[in-house]
């Protein structure tokens, strides 16, 4: 009988930067961290599509959604906090709105890495953004009608956020696999096995 290293979800997740049992921890403060800079760089542009890919593709999905709820949290008090945003009701009902379009977009994240083929990872990253940013943009602008802002929606604004997202998640790909790389839990639970 061969025994399971990793628990039978996790043969669906395509990054394993760290050890599964951590994967939740380690997730939550790479998007934390990463959350609070893109908040105090980019404000109400904040990659949550990416973060939302990135949530799906390390853990299954309630501990996914979890994790970008964290995230959001962490913008919308530094939003609040530090920057300084107007405390009434149309910033909130669009702080809202954003926080139900990143759980949104991390649902077809996870739905859309179930369905696809495992290997070519940066393939599958990339059609997992693309459907999870198109979710996104789309859940915001839906709200338009009764919150405003649809002069947010140009083509100019949608595509450079996308892009902003597209680097975002390049990025957080490559932090994981540096600490995939440099891990020394790893290296210990293969030298132990």
């Keep these: 009988m061969t025994a399971r290293i990793l628990p039978y979800h996790a043969d669906r997740l395509r990054l ?69 945003y107007p405390v009434d009701g149309g910033t909130m009902a669009w702080g809202l709105a954003m926080g139900a379009a990143a759980l949104l977009a991390t649902a077809v994240s996870s739905a859309v890495l179930r369905t696809l083929p495992q290997g070519r ?19 915001l602008l839906a709200v338009t009608p009764l919150l405003g802002g649809e002069g947010a929606f140009t083509a100019a604004i949608v595509t450079r956020i996308g892009l902003t997202s597209a680097a975002w998640l390049a990025g957080l790909v490559a932090a994981c696999e540096i600490v995939r790389l440099a891990d020394p839990l790893r290296r210990k639970e293969a030298m132990s096995a």
Aim: net charge positive; charged share 5%.
């Design 121 to 139: 990872t940066a393939l599958t990253l990339a059609v997992t953004l693309v459907a999870a940013y198109a979710t996104y943009e789309l859940a």
């Design 16 to 84: 394993h930067p760290v050890p599964p049992r951590l994967a939740p921890l380690f997730c939550l403060a790479l998007l934390t961290a990463s959350c609070a800079l893109a908040s105090f760089a980019l404000a109400c542009a904040t990659p949550f599509a990416a973060f939302a890919v990135l949530a799906a593709a390390m853990l299954p999905l309630r501990p996914a959604l979890l994790v970008v709820m964290g995230a959001w949290l962490v913008n919308q008090s530094i939003g609040f906090g530090a920057l300084h």
